[in-house]
């Protein structure tokens, strides 16, 4: 099913206005070359992040395939089926911020982290692309993200009220958006997550937010996944979750 292919012309015109956020890597300052006096084979491996390890990557509310629940169901309009669960992916990831938001402080997250040589860029004002503190960025994408919900030109609530043809091009910049605040919280805050014991509610969250997305053409797999040189740490468990059959191959 495509989502975007429907609305044909609108979406290539009102996607031309998106800011364009590439992911950008950060210095090479994080890599410290190993010391002369240890031989290279003994330098210990970058450690593998514990949302890869088992048993956290397997742990989860729901089992099974997630297909089944982000299938449009009969009768109900895709645009109706896309703002209703943008809007619940937003709020329980909300919910999921707000309790770690803590830990996230301008001095524990310098910039928006996303994987071992990744971290977000925001583009201001001027159209620079600058580092933000994690939690401001956050801050700037969870604000913008709620006007938008909360306008009723952009997410329509009124029967008889059309979605708006832009409407594709927002909800997949949005989307984008959110990833990259799932991408964030697994990179910087899984620990946290594990001592709440929420790591089951949080993957099957993300699951299904993965899922959507793909099913309806608004992630893009170099969003999930990042380029080479600067990968997405939630990309592996992408991959991981595939292999698993608990998303589409
Ligand atoms: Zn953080």
Redo the contacts with the bound molecule.
Sequence with gaps: MSFFNNLGRSMTRSSQRGAKRSPTPTSATSEVPPSPSIPQAQVAPVQKPLYLCSPFVEAALVKGNFKTIVMLPKYVDIMEWVAVNIFDFYNHLNEFYGVISE??TQQ??KTMSAGTNLSYTWINQDRKSVHLP??TYIDYVMTWIQNLLDDENSFPTRSGQDFPPSFPSTVKHMYRQLLRVFA?IYH??FNQLLHLRSEPHFNSLFAHFLAFGREYELLEVKDIKGVPTAPVGIGALWEKWKGMGLLEA
Excluded: D, E, G
């Design positions: 830990c996230c524990s997250c994690a939690s964030h910087a805050h």
